[in-house]
């Protein structure tokens, strides 16, 4: 507060003026306010406000700069940064298989991308994750809550519906096996409405929308602070047409990116986007690849493919920066995303839907 | 756009004017380094001016799930579904057909796809308690001729179809007056008849279903093995044309496909057909498939699958329509038959 005029970054012709005036603290030049200053030293009001809003910010700055001790930006080792990363949660995905490929889940402050045909479970996942990150954290969850942005509109919520309740069933399940008090405390306030009410649901019809939505998300976090995961379904969809330019979509990807790792980190929010694929076609075969193109590729820190082999749909970890490249199996059920039951098993009800032609007449007794 | 009205510092709006900034659009597609550039304004001015015009684009943009699933009012409730006219059909779809989206039926020459889209464009003329959406529709023809003797056959027999409806609000709906067809041959056609003459009926509010027969026969013809590119670019464009068009007007497009016989394992699983064995895709590849919301096949059943109890009663063959994939449904299937008041599911 007591910093000298002369150290500000000012043009020198208004540094010359504020001298002759008289100023010599910074403290003065607040408490004159910008009418007193733009009478004593003969400049307009705008420019006096300016001038007061550079005084501030550098005011600012120093505040922040004594605080954090040496250096502007935080310090800290490499062991600090393992145990924060160890204490931090996973959302979990409800199959088992895709947790353990993943390390546990689906990652707080980091970009995960979800990759496949159409019609493979993507959004189905994502339908999962944003009810499975709102289990309180008694049942192994991070206890937070979603935002959904959706650029197709195949967020069909009935089907989220059906999926809080079969993840609500689970935790019932579970209290009543451990019979713990804070479970069932947790369980009074975990139903159906209230995972609904804490899915935030944004519709983007072009790439615009999605811009502007993610330039208002940090704000968006701050208010609502117990948000832990950001879905975007698709981020390929409103890039795919529109654009001569492949250069500016590269660009615009490039800076969605960014300002997602960075809401990602901020907030300590997983990330989570969905991918098409294209075809690209090699010398004797084409292949299916990941859309958006190669620089797209290291946007996300984790990258998962879906895929089918027959008519049995298979997950591989593809990219990521601790785990091992693996594949597995999984199933979507009537109650979402889950582990291919064991053979043995499979007289269920969650097996017939499965293989419909094996047994038509389940689907007819229904 | 007029810049004033935005809630900026005159400093900004000067700026903007200066730089000949015209509309919100130019802003977003610039980075925040090239329009403190531009604009030469401060990095703090320039997040305020990103964050003020992203606002004025969203606000009042956000809901919850719980307000979605609560959201009973038929002009905005995602529950609001096109039904089949048939309960075991609409039964398989949860509902019908949803309102937002491309839904395509794709199959064989004479699986009944057409026979479903002329239902559908029936369906769509019922008030809303009855499953429609109280407007007429638009049919698309590219190839065929429109079947307006099979249309006029299906009108008459409509008592017989829909029994759940009263005689004379059956009565009262005039079919041939609000059905409209287009032909559209080629590409250029079709864009034509996309981009102008159907959003106008759309918001006239005249049509409230677009069905296009068929998709791929527009690009049977025009597009060798090395265009792909360029076949590619239009089925992305007639895609999000169409999804554009059913966002902002609310209203179902089906698109007809045909089927292309599958050559290896790894075309059938691009597709993603579910059921091991299947010698038909649908055609138009992965490009077409990413634009759809939903996909269901029809296709004539074999003889020996049929289930023993139908044969008694169905002397026609027996039909099978098939989720390939929806968000909203398992992959499923059921039967139906075409009989002369139109397609009916059988149980």
């Known amino acids: 507060m007591q910093r000298d005029v002369g150290s500000l970054p000012l043009a020198p012709a208004l540094r010359a003026r504020l001298f002759t005036a008289g100023f010599q603290t910074v403290q003065e030049l607040l408490e004159t306010g910008p009418c007193g200053l733009s009478r004593e030293i003969g400049i307009s009001k705008e420019e006096a406000l300016e001038l007061l809003q550079v005084v501030r910010q550098e005011c600012h700055g120093d505040v922040a700069r004594t605080a954090a001790g040496s250096g502007a930006s935080r310090k800290c080792t490499a062991l600090e940064l393992l145990e924060e990363e160890q204490a931090q949660g996973f959302i979990i995905t409800f199959c088992s298989a895709l947790d353990n490929i993943l390390g546990g889940g689906v990652q707080l402050t980091k970009i995960t991308e979800v990759c496949g045909a159409p019609g493979v479970g993507k959004t189905q996942l994502c339908m999962q994750l944003a009810v499975d990150v709102q289990i309180p954290e008694c049942f192994g969850g991070v206890a937070g809550e979603a935002v959904f942005i959706d650029t197709e509109g195949s967020f069909i919520v009935d089907r989220v519906a059906d999926i809080a309740a079969a993840c609500v069933q689970h935790c019932h399940l579970i209290a009543e096996a451990h019979q713990e008090e804070d479970h069932l405390k947790a369980l009074e306030t975990f139903s159906v409405e209230s995972i609904l009410s804490h899915i935030y649901y944004f519709r983007c019809r072009d790439y615009i929308e999605l811009l502007a939505q993610v330039y208002l998300l940090p704000d968006f976090l701050s208010e609502h602070s117990k948000v832990r995961l950001v879905v975007v379904d698709g981020i390929a969809f409103p890039f795919r047409h529109d654009f001569e330019d492949l250069s500016l979509r590269t660009r615009l990807l490039n800076g969605l990116a960014q300002q997602l790792i960075i809401i990602a980190n901020d907030h300590k929010s997983a990330v989570v986007l969905t991918n098409q694929m294209t075809t690209r076609i090699g010398q004797s075969q084409s292949t299916l690849v990941p859309a958006l193109g190669e620089s797209w590729g290291h946007a996300a820190t984790v990258r998962l493919i879906f895929h089918w082999d027959n008519s049995q749909r298979l997950a591989t970890l593809y990219k990521s920066p601790s785990q091992k490249e693996s594949t597995i199996p999984y199933h979507i059920t009537s109650h979402g995303f889950r582990d291919v039951q064991p053979p043995a098993v499979t007289h269920s009800a969650e097996g017939a839907e499965m293989n419909p032609r094996k047994r038509p007449r389940r689907e007819e007794e229904k | ?347």
């Not at chain 2, 005159?10 to 610039?30: G, R, Y």
């Not at chain 2, 020459?109 to 407007?135: F, R």
């Not at chain 2, 999804?243 to 089927?259: E, M, Y």
């Open chain 2, 1 to 347: 756009m007029d810049w004033d009205q935005f809630d900026l510092n005159p400093k900004v709006i000067a700026a903007l004017k200066k730089a000949d900034i015209k509309s919100i659009k130019e802003i977003l597609n610039l980075s925040g380094a090239d329009l403190q550039r531009l604009m030469k304004l401060s990095s703090a001015d320039i997040q305020c001016l990103l964050k003020t015009v992203s606002h004025m684009l969203r606000r009042n943009s956000m809901l919850t799930a719980l307000q979605l699933y609560q959201d009973k009012d038929h002009l905005t409730s995602q529950n609001q579904k096109l039904s089949l006219g048939c309960s075991v059909l609409d039964n398989l779809l949860k509902g019908g057909i949803p309102l937002v989206g491309i839904t395509e039926v794709a199959g064989e020459s004479s699986a009944g796809k057409t026979q479903i889209s002329l239902q559908l464009c029936l369906c769509v003329q019922y008030p809303y308690k009855y499953g429609g959406l109280e407007s007429g529709a638009v049919y698309i023809c590219t190839e065929d001729v429109f079947p307006s003797k099979r249309l006029q056959q299906v009108i008459d027999q409509q008592h017989k179809l829909r029994a759940d409806v009263p005689a004379e609000v059956i009565q009262k709906i005039k079919f041939g007056n609000s059905i409209f067809v287009e032909h559209a041959a080629d590409l250029d056609t079709f864009h034509n008849c996309i981009t102008k003459r159907i959003s106008l009926l759309l918001a006239r509010g005249m049509v409230r279903l677009v069905v296009v027969d068929s998709i791929a026969a527009l690009f049977r013809c025009e597009f060798g093995a090395s265009d792909s590119v360029t076949k590619a670019r239009y089925l992305q464009t007639f895609g999000a044309q169409l999804h554009s068009l059913s966002t902002r007007f609310r209203t179902p497009i089906v698109c007809i496909n045909q089927v292309t016989d599958t050559v290896s394992d790894s075309e059938a699983a691009q597709c993603c057909c579910s059921v091991a064995g299947n010698r038909v895709s649908p055609a138009l590849g992965i490009t077409w498939a990413n634009q759809l919301l939903m996909r269901l096949m029809v296709s004539r059943t074999p003889q020996p699958e049929r289930p023993p109890g139908v044969m008694s009663h169905h002397t026609g063959s027996v039909r099978t329509l098939r989720v390939v994939f929806a968000p909203h449904l398992p992959p499923s299937f059921c039967y139906y038959t075409v009989k002369l008041e139109g397609v009916k599911g059988i149980k």
